[in-house]
């Protein structure tokens, strides 16, 4: 189904792409019950998204919401302002978001500042008289102090609640400035899952930001959306004769506006570019790159072959491909020699697990289980060569206990009792202090891009020697602490053991 820019309002990953965050099983059964490669259920079916049966937890001990997402996005454009219309206690991520700001741009290369980021500080009283007001004199505020050149504005639960009518505030001052002044819906209750926040920052910048009418296309150029990770396209891609657009994490306003100019787009990870490549490929003809993700050899050279097609530079493609795994083999040998017999678990979204447990395999270390914090049945483009999950399977084998789940410690006890690993791998850090406790040492991905490409391999099997000797520290820690649950819970082999229960309860009521 084609994206509807005709509305300021983003639709739900639940309404798109049917995105589940409860979940237990085999790997192969999830790619089977999304049909995406597997069912038969591409394109051509006309079904919006694939529907898979979700398990239900009565309750959720903690997670990130959408408009967090939208801080981390649309608040890391330079030369922009985020303003959140919001309850100041919704500005609490941006005390971490700067600091990883800074890193970021320090990773760069790029001048080290800090985050323009402004809440309108919603109080009771504009809980019941509402909070336009407020939000103008912010934006006001916003052009007083910075002059930037992009305003977004980040909705809240509370202005959802108010009704606040936040697009013509930003259609009126939009056209007193002379800027684009960017209405973001990302309220936290409007989607279960957080990734809904990367596409409502996406949805704004297609929208208002990008150049509609191009005047030349430059074919050298490559989109490429990501986070805040270090500069490990630009390598890469320069072996093709290719320059980066790095998007939207660190962007100019003026890179966000070229993104229509590009010769294509790619991603280290479908989760996050998925709705802003299809809607580039669809409103401006730049092709989004249909192919696994760059991760472990498999990916890496589908990845690369592909964008060599779309790009026509075949021969500079199958070169590099050559010189790479010449160059890698030796010390993929060495290490998977000192790796052989430990055992790996992977904790991190999900096309972006997928990737990682196909290296841990390229490794010759074993995965028996995962967790992954929502599921997308299907991605914006609905092409069956980003099916990253059916990647993995046909590629690296089945994963026996891939779980799906958002964030919930009481739950992750049980899943590592289950699988026993020597170490996780994992990249929203909150969980990974449970892991030490139970004297798993975690291997926490600041830098989402160490994992990319053929060297990639090579950085995440070093990464993994780092942990495991360190190991005993944390063995040491698991016998001085205990656990903060409860016997019977401790006791208990199925993490989704509330949810099943719930769910019988509903049935009987």
Request: glycine share 8%; with cysteine.
């Amino acid at each position: 189904m084609p994206i509807n820019l005709k509305t300021a309002v983003v639709e739900s990953r639940e309404q798109r792409l049917g995105t589940i965050i409860g979940w237990e099983g085999k790997a192969s059964d999830l790619a089977r019950e999304s049909a995406y490669a597997r069912g038969g259920c591409e394109s051509k079916c006309g079904q919006k998204a694939r529907r898979v049966c979700e398990l239900q937890s009565p309750f959720t001990q903690g997670s990130v919401c959408s408009e967090q997402m939208v801080e981390c996005q649309a608040g890391n454009v330079r030369g922009a302002v985020l303003i959140q219309h919001s309850p100041i206690g919704c500005g609490t991520g941006q005390v971490i978001y700067n600091s990883i700001y800074r890193n970021g741009l320090a990773m760069r290369g790029l001048p080290v500042e800090n985050l323009h980021l402004i809440s309108t500080n919603l109080r009771e009283t504009d809980m019941v008289f509402g909070g336009v007001a407020k939000l103008e004199q912010s934006i006001r505020d916003a052009w007083d102090r910075h002059h930037p050149k992009a305003i977004f504005i980040a909705t809240s639960c509370a202005t959802a609640i108010i009704g606040d009518d936040i697009e013509s505030v930003a259609s009126q001052l939009e056209e007193e400035l002379g800027i684009p002044v960017i209405p973001l819906h990302c309220e936290g209750f409007k989607s279960k899952h957080w990734s809904t926040g990367f596409d409502a920052t996406q949805h704004g910048i297609i929208r208002q930001i990008v150049r509609k009418n191009p005047v030349r296309k430059q074919e050298d150029l490559v989109n490429v959306i990501n986070l805040w990770g270090s500069d490990v396209f630009t390598p890469i891609l320069a072996e093709l004769g290719l320059r980066v657009n790095y998007v939207v994490d660190l962007a100019t306003v003026e890179d966000l506006e070229q993104l229509s100019e590009a010769a294509a787009t790619v991603s280290f990870c479908y989760t996050l570019s998925s709705y802003m490549a299809a809607a580039l490929e669809q409103e401006f003809g730049v092709p989004d790159v249909k192919a696994p993700l760059p991760y472990g050899f498999a990916g890496t050279d589908a990845w690369l072959r592909e964008i060599a097609r779309v790009t026509h530079r075949e021969g500079a493609a199958e070169a590099y491909i050559a010189r790479e795994h010449q160059r890698v083999k030796p010390r993929l040998d060495e290490l998977r020699a000192l790796l052989k017999g430990k055992k790996g678990y992977i904790s991190t979204g999900s096309a972006y697990a997928h990737g990682l447990i196909g290296i841990l395999r390229e490794l010759g270390v074993e995965v028996d289980g995962s967790l992954v914090f929502h599921h997308d049945p299907v991605y914006d483009s609905q092409d069956p060569r980003q099916d990253t999950l059916a990647q993995l399977i046909d590629n690296y084998g089945d994963v026996p206990q891939f779980t799906v789940g958002n964030r919930q410690q009481y739950q992750f006890f049980a899943l590592l009792q289950r699988v026993k690993p020597d170490f996780i791998i994992i990249r929203h850090n909150g969980l990974a202090p449970l892991a030490s406790r139970m004297g798993i040492p975690a291997i926490p991905l600041g830098d989402e891009h160490i994992a990319v490409g053929y060297q990639g391999i090579l950085n995440l099997g070093e990464s993994i020697l780092d942990v495991l000797a360190h190991r005993k520290y944390h063995q040491d820690i698991a016998a001085h602490v205990a656990l903060p649950y409860k016997k019977w819970w401790l006791e208990q082999d199925d993490p989704f053991l509330l949810a099943k229960e719930n769910a019988v309860s509903s049935e009987r009521e």
